[in-house]
């Protein structure tokens, strides 16, 4: 075809042909004809071959962007001298490349530190860059004063330091080895390279990788990793989404959506249903806003419908003004992320039916906004809660207490297990502790080390609270009502909520936690979350559930 086109001989020799002719004959027309209708039949036939792809089998792959992450440790004496610490994998794939990385990463200067990263380019056809990412000491573990498995946090790191590194140069496949621990190497890519950016022009968006583990047979543990990972991720971006953007209705409507295709069941309840179960202290806080609140009931069964479930209670506040005792618009700036308890506990029930966990959970979550409008409730007023207690209310901005008081006594209706509950409750979280820990208040010395445990593994840690006396004594020092929602005293506001939330509790073990202080990311305290919402501590309720799924029923 492509001679017909170009070359006047060949057109000579197409119109002169003998067989030609007579066709031209037969038909009744021309032999240019006939040459014109063939070219039109071989240009449909070259864009129907392009179209699909068909031209060139390996065109769109060679086109894709490929990159390749592995590790190295610190040297343990004289950097100099010594030859760099690759890992496994990377000292197979230094053999590979005939000693090239080794050679080149050490004329490039000092081997990459924790948290560093160093880029090299055309060391082999397979991939267009390899980032070598330093992992800090080769022998560390479990450290009992940082209370984490430093080990695991070092590849955390490491992998999203990298996979960031390739990110910004738009490569569409990042390969990463496991460093040791494939989970860890996953949660840490996946968290690193996740970004918000619904609202941004498509054409100015960052590029978000497609990750594979590299020559490592623990596909099981990368599969974790990344679920583990995307359940943080998927609270991220209900937490970031503009508070116009996820109303209790919006935020409703992604839940329902999000988990039913996850096989989980939801139910929508709305305000009248609130009202039969006499839902005053939830329904007090909503009054002052124009959008209706709405109670979301999440069913996940994993194993008999008989069993016992864990039941999650999430404080879903989609914007806190503060009520009549408004906020300052700085502290109001970040308060779309007051729904981060509620975003935890739809995260982590996905993450169950995602992981097929065997064990039953319940998902509780109030959702409404705190405004000052013409029908909010009043410094001084009394709410009557859903089991009887007559509260009096001294501050509307200590609003996310009073919805979880109700959800926490309709709790009792699943003779559940145990029941824990999450929000962004108190400032006193963050001041005592920054965004190191999330704050954790228990009944129950085993829940507590459980959960603790978890925080090991997952590296987003708690630190446990008192639930003294002295706090409960506190809030019932009214002598005409049965509670306060602020209490006496200064100071002690993480305390006085727990204290506050344990009139509410049905019998059995509960754990309280405050993730105000790790609601909010800055980029800098942990090198694998960029600044916006953190979505904490999703993946420690992930693995902190994941191993009770493990233990018998108590």
């Known amino acids: 075809m492509e001679l017909l086109k170009h070359s006047k001989l060949s057109l000579r020799v197409f119109t002169n ?67 760099p610490k690759f890992t496994k994998t990377g000292q197979e794939y230094n053999e590979k490349t005939a000693g090239r990385l080794e050679q080149i990463l050490k004329r490039s200067g000092p081997i990459p530190a924790l948290g560093q990263v160093r880029t090299f380019y055309g060391l082999d056809h397979d991939f ?3 980032a070598v990412v330093g992992l800090g000491k080769e022998c560390v573990g479990y450290d009992d004063v940082e209370e984490r498995e430093e080990r695991k946090e070092a590849i955390r790191v490491a992998a999203a330091v990298g996979s960031r590194a390739l990110q910004k140069m738009h490569y569409q496949r990042v390969f990463l080895e ?20 619904e609202l941004k022009n498509p054409d100015r968006r960052i590029t978000v990788p497609q990750l594979e583990l590299y020559k490592d047979c623990d596909f099981t543990g990368w599969h974790i990793g990344l679920e583990k990972a995307a359940a943080q991720n998927l609270a991220r971006q209900f937490c970031d989404t503009p508070a116009n953007l996820m109303t209790p209705t919006i935020f409703a409507q992604n839940a329902v959506e999000v988990l039913c295709k996850s096989g989980i069941n939801v139910e929508v309840k709305v305000q009248g249903w609130a009202e039969t179960q006499k839902m005053g202290a939830f329904l007090s806080v909503a009054k002052g806003s124009c959008e209706p609140p709405i109670f979301l009931e999440i069913s996940y069964y994993g194993a008999a419908y008989d069993e016992r479930p864990v039941v999650l209670v999430g404080k879903g506040v989609t914007f806190d003004s503060g009520g009549l005792c408004l906020k300052s618009p700085s502290k109001m700036l970040r308060m779309r992320g007051d729904v981060a308890g509620a975003a935890c506990v739809v995260a982590t029930a996905r993450a169950m039916a995602h992981l097929q966990l065997p064990i039953n959970i319940r998902g509780l979550i109030p959702l409404c906004e705190n405004m000052p409008g013409c029908l909010a409730i009043k410094p001084g007023d009394v709410v009557t809660a859903m089991n009887g207690k007559q509260i009096l209310v001294e501050n509307t901005d200590c609003e996310g207490r009073l919805m979880l008081a109700d959800a926490l006594y309709y709790s009792q209706n699943f003779w559940p297990r145990f029941v824990v509950d999450v929000g ?28 603790r445990m978890a925080g090991v593994h997952t590296g987003d840690r708690l630190w446990r609270f008192p639930l003294w006396d002295y706090y409960n004594r506190q809030m019932t020092s009214s002598r005409s009502v049965d509670l306060k929602n602020v209490g006496a005293g200064p100071g002690g506001g993480a305390c006085k909520t727990a204290a506050f939330l344990r009139h509410f509790v049905p019998c059995g073990e509960w754990m309280h936690l405050d993730n105000f202080g790790v609601m909010y990311s800055n980029g800098i305290d942990e090198s694998y979350l960029r600044e916006g919402m953190s979505g904490r501590p999703t993946r420690t309720l992930v693995e902190f559930i994941s191993q009770l799924a493990c233990s018998p029923c108590p």
């Open 17 to 83: 042909s003998p067989r030609i002719k007579k066709m031209a004959r037969a038909l009744g027309i021309s032999c240019r004809r006939i040459l014109r209708q063939v070219m039109h039949m071989g240009r449909r036939f070259e864009s129907s071959d392009a179209s699909q792809g068909n031209g060139n089998p390996c065109a769109d792959e060679a086109k894709i962007l490929k990159g390749l992450i592995i590790g190295v440790h610190d040297p343990v004496d004289n950097p100099n001298l010594e030859p």
């Open 128 to 130: 267009n860059a390899v």
């Open 178 to 197: 496991s460093f040791g621990h494939a989970e860890s190497a996953a949660e840490g890519a996946a968290l690193g390279v996740w970004v918000y950016q």
């Open 424 to 451: 962004s409750m108190t400032n006193d979280a963050r001041r005592s502790m920054g965004s190191a820990a999330t704050a954790v208040f228990t009944n129950s010395d085993a829940l507590w080390e459980q959960i």
